[in-house]
């Protein structure tokens, strides 16, 4: 590579310094075009069965306000500390790099806690995924939502870890912003599950 | 599901599969033991990454799916030569045409064009390989074990019997009891997220690794396709997904997605399935589109005409092909305007269609056509493609449709376009890339026994189905009463497909005939191309060109022989050349997704976890890798190129 | 060479043409108002396909032959074009002139297609029933029900109510006119009309299951005479249905023609959301035999 393109590419931010990571971060945007695809379907079924209750309760007699609402707090907060999280790796600080994903993941393995207690609450009830069309659509599409942010959680732990075993690099930078746009994405499909779920459900 | 049931039973024809099924697989363990090649095998293949490998390997299980799927082809035109045959019976024809079409379009036609566009694109675009070679390989082998998944439903288990379509409320446990919709939902969802991989990485590619001064307008006309059908995969393909997942939750854990009670809505299947497979079609239609454009303009010694139009209609189609999923299923009732409107964005289709049947058509014009056999089945194309075309025009009538639909006309139709188009196509990029994948180019006199053979049984088949389906016979009948006239024609479909059978032997016999005393290419150019993959040697080395090259124009070989009278490089240019390493996990957690897979199946959930956690075994090694590839020194780099110029 | 394709590609149809099939091609054999309104925009669409036929085989063969490679063209170098716009906007335009000029009808059929093709006569209601494997005609208004055959008046509107028991199923009468699906839990409705008295076959066009290729039904249209004397001999003759009678006939499996003088919709209307309720659909268990389930799958409420 030339020289003028060294210097170029030493002006980048550190996770797009190198063509690998170039193309990785672009196919991840074009991944997560592939999930808004997914996402929408998901939608879409919910939205076509939401009032077909069968023998079932329907939305607005089952929904618990409260979990969800701390849900919520937990996961759009979790996404402002991932973007503080990235602030810092920009300033070249490790500690608090790591901190504050640490702090995001807490965060994320909170939205979950209170996400399965919620869900406990419906089976108690005896709203389960068997029960009527609008259940299953119910929980498939919040439940997918809800893995994803599980395995965005094991993730960042694995970055965590090599974080620490090898320091701030292109590459680990790299990773750190990837899983950032992962964890930012998932905090907008939760903003579409509250209203279109949540509130639809408690409005109608 | 009893012990008992394990094993499928009870079919001579089974049996005769099981056996081959168990000699194949002693001869090749015999084989590779013999010859000590078990070494070569995992090194040279099974963990490779180097795209052309990948895109033979894609193309050897498309060519014996096909096999499979023409067989099942045979065996229904032989239960539907004369009315109340007693060869198969009902439950088994149901079987055979699911397969067949599932098989056809997800195992044979796909894969047979994403091999050629593993093999292809890179070179067109000379790049040293895809943007993520270890995802190709990860795609490549999720595609093996689902497709293997989907197969040996035949001997385990029993086959899916709801139509590829696996319409609800048939498809779920009110109606199909047995474990052949799982395979149908698991395996499909296993090759699905391996194509989905494919899609993502061939768009990375084609958008950053082209070579300097190719710009998007200077691009091959294929790469162009692929590039559009990249875009339709990473749409339509979540689309399949959430459908085959809200499937298999149906089938194995009693969501009331698609059932009967409960405010389950079966339509929602048929328009998740169509959203998704209406794009499909094109998924497969486009990329056959821009091979045949390549092969005519090399055959015809010209330029591509109107490539500024042919890349808008490709773009244009690619856009209709989204709001068109309804015509699918006009007679569901959805009211007069919403299938007038579905009626008007279809045939929208031919429009930008037509425009690109007229640019072929120009291109040959003032040309020097050579009919070779590549050239044949591009030729052949467009005449074909222009009746399944019409035809099809004519199904996107919704008043119409009424009398056409789940006809043998609809059947008439799809075939076509899917034969003439794609698979015409398939055959045209194998007998013109043949040459980069082997070094050897597939003896001409065969090929042309093949394609007459072939193409014209292809009409003697195909072609009476039209007035079948005029005479009211219906898709997916296991057979039909006497007195009806329908006997004649069908007498003749499986004359014409008998026909192609034998074109499919000789290609087959070709393959072996050319490997033995095929000629071998020495330039690396047997046709005269105008594109940058035959700039390389025949079959390229792996990591294809030495320097990269500097495209000035659309066709950048051809100004290149135009100008320079070829593809130089200078010994002095040459510097060390980066490569990905090779790694076995694609494989082995491609294995750990058959073992989850086969779980589900069965509902035997504790080895869907065993699967499962491999799975997660494998990414989390692939997170903490640290494998950057390696680099050819340049040494190295000129000990190869005079290998492969001289022509090894 | 090229000729053979020719020959495969025009000279067989006209073959099965002139064969004597034309009588049998149900298709274009139409019988009523609703067939014949499709039949002649069939024929017009026919028409501009063999046009575009036309044009695209003339130009491949005149290009084929004019440009193929020969002995005394070795010199030749075929010169570089780029594109023509002016051509482009020729076969852009008239695909779009002809897209339109299939549209406007295709339309106004669509629409035309949903009501009673005449005014004057008041239609005649016929509910329809599709089961595994077999159709169920309920007449609400005469109050008989036939299976695996319906007569209808001639020169009368016949709105068949579809739906289905079971999986999807697509009524259709190629004489008569296009097809529309039955579905579970769900009302369709299509509207025929024979011209005159005459037998038409009918079966289901939708795959429905292994002995789907059995569902066949004959349609009879009759005088308006004929076709009261029929129902009141029915009424008067026929055996009563009850719900266990019912519910064997709803059995997965073949039946021959039966004729009642009442109709199941007197407790069971399968059109009806959910009419049959998650609770009794106890099928979950693999090893219940067809019979098993059919039972479960009927009782309704
Ligand atoms: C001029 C362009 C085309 C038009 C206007 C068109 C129109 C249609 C319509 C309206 C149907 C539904 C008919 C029915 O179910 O009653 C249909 C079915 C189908 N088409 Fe096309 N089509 C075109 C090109 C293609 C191409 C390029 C392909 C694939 C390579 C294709 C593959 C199929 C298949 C597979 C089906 C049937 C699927 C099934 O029901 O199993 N079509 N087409
Ligand atoms: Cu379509
Ligand atoms: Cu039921």
Known sequence: MGEAAHRYEETLPLEYRTQESRLNILGFWIFLGAEVALFATLFATYLVLFQRTGSGPTAGELFEVKDVLIETLLLLTSSFTCGLAIFEMRRGRMSGLIAWLLVTLLLGAGFITFEIREFIHYVHEGATMQTSAFLSSFFVLVGTHGAHVSVGIGWMILIIIQLLQRGLTAKTARKVFIVSLYWHFLDVVWIFIFTLVYLLGMVI | ?648 | ?301
């Open chain 3, 1 to 301: 060479m090229k000729r053979a394709r020719w020959r495969a590609v025009l000279v067989l149809p006209f073959l099965f043409l002139l064969g004597g099939c034309v009588e049998r091609t149900a298709v274009l054999n139409p019988q009523g108002p609703v067939a014949r309104m499709q039949y002649d925009l069939i024929m017009w669409s026919v028409g501009f396909m063999l046009f575009i036929i036309v044009v695209v085989f003339t130009l491949f063969a005149v290009f084929l032959i004019r440009y193929r490679e020969k002995p005394e063209n070795a010199g030749y170098e075929p010169p570089d074009e780029e594109g023509n716009t002016l051509l482009e906007v020729v076969w852009t335009a008239i695909p779009i002139l002809i897209v339109a000029a299939l549209a406007v009808p295709t339309v106004k059929a669509t629409f035309a297609l949903e009501k009673p093709p005449t005014e004057k006569v008041k239609p005649i209601t016929i509910h329809v029933t599709a089961a595994n494997w077999k159709w169920i005609f309920s007449y609400p208004e005469e109050n008989i029900e036939t299976v695996n055959y319906v007569h209808i008046p001639a020169g009368v509107p016949v709105k068949f109510k579809l739906t289905s028991v079971g999986p999807m199923n697509s009524f259709w009468v190629p004489e008569l006119g296009g097809q529309k699906y039955a579905m579970d839990g769900m009302e369709t409705e299509l509207i025929l009309q024979a011209d005159k008295p005459g037998s038409y076959m009918g079966r289901s066009a939708n795959f429905s299951g292994e002995k789907f290729a059995h569902m066949e039904f004959e349609v009879v249209a009759q005088t308006g005479t004929d076709f009261r004397k029929w129902v009141n001999e029915v009424k008067q003759t026929a055996p009563k249905l009850d719900e266990k009678k019912y519910t064997q006939i709803l059995k997965p499996g073949i039946v021959g023609r039966m004729t009642f003088s009442n109709t199941h919709l007197e407790w069971i209307d399968h059109a009806k959301q959910n009419s049959h309720h998650g609770n009794d659909h106890s099928m979950k268990n693999e090893n219940q035999s067809d019979e098993a389930m059919t039972e479960s799958h009927h009782h309704g409420e």
């Open chain 2, 1 to 648: 599901m009893k012990w008992s049931e394990f094993f499928v039973t009870g079919e001579p024809l089974i049996y005769a599969a099981d056996v081959a099924i168990v000699l194949t697989m002693v001869g090749i363990v015999f084989v590779l033991t013999y010859f000590k090649k078990w070494k070569w095998l995992w090194n040279e293949w099974l963990t490779t990454v180097d795209h052309k490998k990948i895109g033979v390997m894609y193309i050897i299980c498309a060519v014996l799916m096909l096999f499979r799927g023409g067989v099942d082809a045979l065996l229904m035109r032989a239960q539907l030569t004369a009315p109340n045959m007693k060869f198969l019976d009902a439950q088994h024809y149901n079987e055979i045409f699911t397969t067949h079409g599932t098989i056809m379009i997800l195992f044979m036609a796909m894969p047979f064009i994403i091999g050629l566009m593993n093999i292809v694109v890179p070179l067109q675009i000379g790049a040293r390989d895809v943007a993520f070679p270890y995802l190709n390989a990860l795609s490549f082998w999720l595609f093996f074990f689902g497709a293997l998944l989907f197969n040996i439903s035949f001997v385990i288990g029993g086959s899916p019997d709801a139509g590829w379509t696996a319409y609800f409320p048939l498809a779920g446990n009110e109606f199909s009891h047995g474990v052949g919709n799982n395979y149908y939902a698991v395996a499909l969802q296993i090759s699905g997220i391996g194509t989905l991989m494919t899609g993502i990485n061939f768009l990375v590619t084609i958008l950053k690794m082209r070579a300097p001064g190719m710009t998007l307008m200077r691009m091959p006309m294929f790469t162009w396709t692929i590039l559009i059908t990249c875009v339709l995969i990473i749409f339509a393909f979540p689309v399949l997904t959430v459908a085959l997942a809200l499937m298999t939750f149906d089938r194995l854990f009693d969501t009331q997605f698609f059932t009967m009670a409960n405010g389950g809505m079966s339509m929602l299947w048929a328009n998740l399935f169509w959203i998704w497979g209406h794009p499909e079609v094109y998924i497969v239609i486009l990329p056959a589109f821009g091979i045949f454009s390549e092969v005519v303009s090399t055959f015809a010694g010209k330029r591509l005409f109107g490539y500024k139009a042919m890349v808008g209609s490709i773009v244009g189609i690619a856009f209709l092909s989204f709001i068109v999923w309804v015509h699918h299923f006009f007679t569901m009732g959805a009211g007069p305007a919403v299938n007038s409107a579905f009626s008007i964005t279809t045939m929208a289709i031919a429009i930008p269609t037509g425009v690109k049947i007229f640019n072929w058509l120009f291109t040959l014009r003032k040309g020097k056509i050579r009919f070779t056999t590549a050239m044949l089945w591009s030729l052949a194309f467009i005449p074909n493609f222009v009746i399944g075309g019409v035809t099809g025009v004519m199904l996107a009538m919704a008043a119409a449709d009424y009398q056409y639909h789940n006809s043998y006309f609809l059947i008439a139709h799809f075939h076509y376009v899917l034969i003439a188009g794609t698979v015409f196509a398939c055959f045209a990029g194998l007998h013109y890339w043949y040459p980069k994948m082997f070094g050897h180019i597939l003896n001409e006199r065969l090929g042309k026994w093949t394609f007459w053979l072939f193409m014209i049984g292809f009409n003697i088949c195909f072609f009476p189905m039209y007035f079948l389906g005029l005479m009211g016979m219906t898709r997916r009948m296991y057979t039909y009463s006497d007195g009806l006239g329908w006997t004649p024609l069908n007498v003749v479909a499986t004359v014409g497909a008998v026909l192609m059978g034998i074109g499919f032997i000789v290609l087959c016999y070709n393959i072996y005939y050319s490997a033995r005393y095929g000629e071998r290419d020495m330039t690396g150019d047997p046709w005269n191309g105008r594109t940058l993959e035959w700039a390389t040697a025949s079959p390229p080395v792996h990591y294809n060109f030495p320097v990269t090259p500097v495209v000035e124009d659309l066709d950048a070989y051809w100004v290149m022989k135009k100008k320079y009278g070829g593809f130089h490089v200078k010994e002095e240019d040459l510097k060390p050349i980066h490569m990905p390493s090779n790694s076995g996990r694609p494989f082995w957690m491609s294995v750990a997704f058959f073992v989850a897979g086969f779980g589900l199946v069965f509902k035997w959930f504790a080895l869907a976890i065993v699967g499962a956690l491999f799975i997660v075994l494998g990414l989390i090694l692939r997170s903490f890798e640290d494998d950057d590839g390696y680099y050819i020194p340049v040494d190295e780099i000129k000990r190869m190129e005079r290998a492969a110029r001289k022509g090894a």
